[in-house]
């Protein structure tokens, strides 16, 4: 059985910075995929960023140049560096992991930007 748990949420101030990290657990052993979706209150959720095995990465276009999603296959954990945080960044971060044929969701946690 995969697990999935995350690290990182908080309360940042517009314009700081946080790191979200998510190590994955259990029989998985080079996840294909890996990455973050985001829900904000009332909203669906959203694509943030993702990466592959290779490390070919792919952004949101609202989060371009501000965050970057990277992987430690070794660790088997992907983070999520997010910089210039706006208020409306403020939502909960779900991770996830690609692995024959499933993905697999964290469990979310909830970044709040906001003075």
């Known amino acids: 059985q995969v697990q999935l748990v995350e690290s990182g949420g908080g309360l940042v101030q517009p314009g700081g910075s946080l790191r979200l990290s998510c190590a994955a657990s259990g029989s998985i052993f080079r996840a294909v995929g890996m990455g973050w979706y985001r829900q904000a209150p009332g909203k669906q959720r959203e694509l943030v960023a993702g990466?592959?095995?290779?490390?070919?990465?792919n952004y949101a276009d609202f989060v371009k140049g501000r965050f970057t999603v990277s992987r430690d296959n070794a660790k088997n954990t992907v983070y999520l560096q997010m910089n210039s945080l706006k208020p409306e960044d403020t939502a909960v971060y779900f991770c996830?992991?690609?692995?024959?044929?499933?993905?697999?969701w964290g469990q979310g946690t909830q970044v709040t930007v906001s003075s």
């Open positions: 996830y992991v690609d692995f024959r044929g499933i993905r697999y």
């Open positions: 990466i592959i095995s290779n490390g070919n990465t």
